[in-house]
């Protein structure tokens, strides 16, 4: 399993933990909720419930009264999609893992879009993790850019100075951010009890930091490499 096809998994397995969702209104979320999956089709949704239902971690249900009826409009009637017990299982797993790959550009912007559902100790290993991995590519950015400065044309330079400057603005984010963990702060600046349980009330989005916004770094998957 390529490491996008593991992330959409996880996604959809996130935002149908919140409420069963017919394909259009999974596809509409991810669009909207989660910018890693701005530009993706049914055709790489359908395969991935597939797979989802053929695991038993979702299952397929008819969709409402009027929607059954659909066949006597000469319409298909829409598939609900459902998270099963093991479905919830399998997805507070994923919730759980804090390896590299957490830290990784799309895979680190789903997992943050989720952090309302996750624990404040994976929260913490995932945010400094992350940190970590930005201020070594930061380190070589500017090893290279001093290496390589005599040679480069004004424009050139400039987009890795933007490029670096990305880098630096999405550390200062993360650095608050750990910041607001380790003092026990909601991201609306209130005191949180810091539980996974209580954090659900939230949703998967609600209440997140909007990492593109004037007064925040670029989106976590916008970053230079």
């Not at 390529?2 to 999974?26: D, N, T, W």
């Not at 659909?70 to 804090?98: C, D, M, N, W």
Request: hydrophobic fraction near 30%; aromatic fraction near 8%; charged fraction near 30%.
């Amino acid at each position: 399993m390529s490491r996008r096809s593991g992330i959409l998994e996880f996604a959809v397995l996130g935002l149908l933990r919140e409420s069963p969702m017919h394909g259009y209104e999974l596809r509409k979320r991810l669009n909207t909720s989660l910018g890693v999956f701005r530009a993706f089709s049914y055709g790489t949704l359908y395969p991935c419930l597939k797979t989802l239902v053929a695991n038993g971690w979702l299952i397929e249900e008819p969709g409402t009264t009027a929607e059954a009826a659909a066949p006597l409009t000469g319409r298909r009637a829409k598939i609900v999609y459902r998270l099963t017990a093991e479905g919830k299982e399998h997805f507070e797993q994923l919730l759980s893992q804090t390896g590299p790959d957490a830290y990784e550009d799309e895979t680190f912007a789903a997992r943050f879009a989720f952090f309302g559902q996750t624990s404040r100790d994976v929260r913490m290993r995932v945010l400094e993790g992350r940190r970590s991995r930005l201020e070594e590519r930061l380190e070589k950015m500017r090893a290279s850019l001093a290496r390589t400065r005599e040679r480069l044309d004004d424009y050139t330079l400039e987009l890795q100075r933007h490029g670096m400057e990305s880098v630096e603005r999405e550390v200062r984010w993360l650095n608050e951010l750990i910041e607001s963990e380790r003092a026990g702060r909601d991201l609306r600046g209130s005191a949180s009890e810091g539980t996974a349980q209580q954090d659900t009330t939230h949703g998967a989005t609600g209440g997140l930091p909007r990492p593109g916004d004037d007064s925040r770094p670029d989106t976590p998957g916008d970053t230079a490499t």
